[in-house]
Nanobody
Framework: QVQLVESGGGLVQAGGSLRLSCAAS????????MGWFRRAPGKEREFVAV????????DYADSVKGRFTISRDNAKNTVYLQMNSLKPEDTAIYYC??????????????????WGQGTQVTVSS
């Protein structure tokens, strides 16, 4: 059974930092991209960042570029999202996801095969 479990969310003041983690288990794909999405209240789920299997390639939404960093540890089947200089508009439920297949630069929800349950991030002003 495939499982993605996020952790690390919480309440932080504007300008602060948080580090999200997502541990994946239960599947045997040889390579897969891992991504982070978020859904703010009243909005659609949106792309945040994605990282290739090797970790050598990354892509970010313009809204987080320069502030967030995605990384992964394949030995632990874990992806991370380091979030710095947080803003109130970053408040959302953050989801990690796995995209199977050879290509890695995926920004659309439908391109991902498995999803975590989400972790709440709240940034106060």
């Amino acid at each position: 059974q495939v499982q993605l479990v996020e952790s690390g969310g919480g309440l932080v003041q504007a300008g602060g930092s948080l580090r999200l983690s997502c541990a994946a288990s239960g599947f045997t794909a040889s390579s897969y991209a891992m991504g982070w999405f978020r859904r703010a209240p009243g909005k659609e789920r949106e792309f945040v960042a994605v990282i290739s299997w090797s970790g050598g390639s990354t892509d970010y939404a313009d809204s987080v570029k320069g502030r967030f960093t995605i990384s992964r540890d394949n030995a632990k089947n874990t992806v991370y999202l380091q979030m710095n200089s947080l803003k109130p508009e970053d408040t959302a439920i953050y989801y990690c996801a796995v995209a199977l297949g050879s290509s890695w630069q995926k920004r659309k929800v439908y391109e991902y095969n498995y999803w975590g349950q989400g972790t709440q991030v709240t940034v106060s002003s």
